[in-house]
Every structure is written in C-alpha cells, then in structure tokens.
C-alpha cells in the first residue's frame, strides 16, 4: 500500500528547514521507514532509512515517534539543490516490489 | 563502484514498433526491478528477476517483457507500442531484494517516447 506524505507540495526558501511527514498506521514490526529522493528526469535515490527513535545523516534527519504511526523527513538549511519529489516507503523485503505514491514535491526559492 | 547504468537514455518509437531497453546493475547486484514512471499514474512496479527468474511481475499486459542474463544484466522488451507506453522507464538492483531494509539502487531511466 501506497504512504502519503504531507504536505503534497510546498516551497521553502533556501536556508530553512523543511520537514515532511509520512502517516503509517498499519505500520508491521519488521518494516523499515524508508525515503526516496526523486529529481526531475532521474531514478529515485536512497536519502535515509530508520526504525525507531532518530536516524540523521549527511543529508537528513528522520524521526520516528514511538508508536511508529508516523515519520518525519527533516532536511535542514534546504538549498536549491533539494529541489525534488520526496517519497515515503515501508519496504516489505522478501522480494516484495516497492510501492511509490505520489510523494511530496519540494521547491526550493533562492 | 559504478552505479546502475541503462541504455539507450533516450528513445523515439512509433505505434505498432517494439523496443528493448537494457540495464546493467550495479557489480554484485542480483535482482534488478523495472519501474515504469508517467505523469499520471506515477512510480508503478513491472517485474524483477533474480538469478535469471522472474521473481515477481506487476500488472501491466502481456506486451511487456523481461529477462535477465547470467552476468545479472537485465532487458525489458515492449512490443507493439502503443502511446500510452510513452514514459521513464527506471531499472533498480539491489543484492537480493532480501531483508527490507536493503536499498534498492536506481538507474537515471530510458525516457521513451512514442509516436
């Protein structure tokens, strides 16, 4: 099943943070909460990956309330490079494809 | 390492040709998926093959086809194009496609247009 991210679209100025949500209520106990990071006109790239608590990395920040209903993406100081469509997966491995949704498409203003 | 590679980058058809598009996954990689991306229906799911198996094959019609060879590349064939096959077509390897939390690496993608 599809995840929806919040909001659908949105515009931030270059040097904020934007934080992106993602609602996974059925989450099962092996998923992983997995983001995508789709350009225009290229294949979607791994950006982070987390299971509970807080995950950060060179690029992002994911955190992970306790009940793990839901996620948030959180790219801080975004510059216009960060332009792009964000996607929330809980990838269900054992073969299984991923399901993408509609993702989030970012727009970063100078 | 290189990343996943997929020729040709760009492709014009018209209605009624077929087309094969080829992928190389990254060194190591044994499943490779397929991924066609519209504007309309997103990111949908094709087939993946493992080992030289379909594993797994989305809903699409029989028209489209896949295959993968021994050194773990990959080709999809879409025969008798039609214009809705217009789209980026992406290709994904990861090791095995085992645990859920293995990254799936994507290609830059085929943009295939149809006429």
């Known amino acids: 099943l599809a995840k929806t991210t919040k909001p659908i679209s949105m515009d931030s100025y270059e040097g904020q943070e934007v934080n992106i949500t993602c609602s996974h209520n059925?989450?099962?106990?092996?998923?992983?909460i997995t983001w995508y990071q789709q350009f225009p006109s290229q294949g979607p790239r791994f950006i982070i990956q987390g299971y509970k608590t807080k995950v950060t990395n060179e690029v992002a920040s994911l955190f992970i309330p306790a009940d793990r209903k839901s996620s948030t993406l959180s790219l801080p100081r975004v510059s216009l490079s960060d332009t792009a469509v964000y996607y929330c997966?809980?990838?269900?491995?054992?073969?299984?494809?991923?399901?993408f949704g509609k993702g989030t498409r970012l727009s970063v203003i100078a | 390492k290189a990343g996943v590679t997929q020729t040709p980058r760009y492709l014009i058809k018209t209605r009624g040709q077929q087309v094969t598009l080829s992928c190389s996954p990254i060194?190591?990689?044994?499943?490779v998926s397929w991924y066609q991306q519209t504007p309309g229906q997103g990111l949908q799911f094709l087939f993946e093959?493992?080992?030289?198996?379909?594993?797994n094959k989305g809903n699409f019609p029989g028209r489209f086809s896949g295959r993968q060879f021994s050194n773990s590349r990959s080709e999809m064939n879409v025969s008798t194009l039609e214009l809705g096959d217009s789209a980026l077509y992406l290709c994904?390897?990861?090791?095995?496609?085992?645990?859920?939390?293995?990254?799936?690496?994507f290609g830059p993608g085929t943009r295939l247009l149809v006429l």
């Open positions: 059925n989450i099962a106990t092996n998923d992983y």
């Open positions: 060194s190591g990689h044994r499943s």
């Open positions: 994904a390897s990861s090791y095995q496609n085992g645990p859920p939390q293995e990254t799936q690496y």
């Open positions: 997966l809980l990838p269900r491995g054992g073969n299984t494809p991923l399901v």
């Open positions: 093959y493992f080992s030289e198996t379909q594993r």
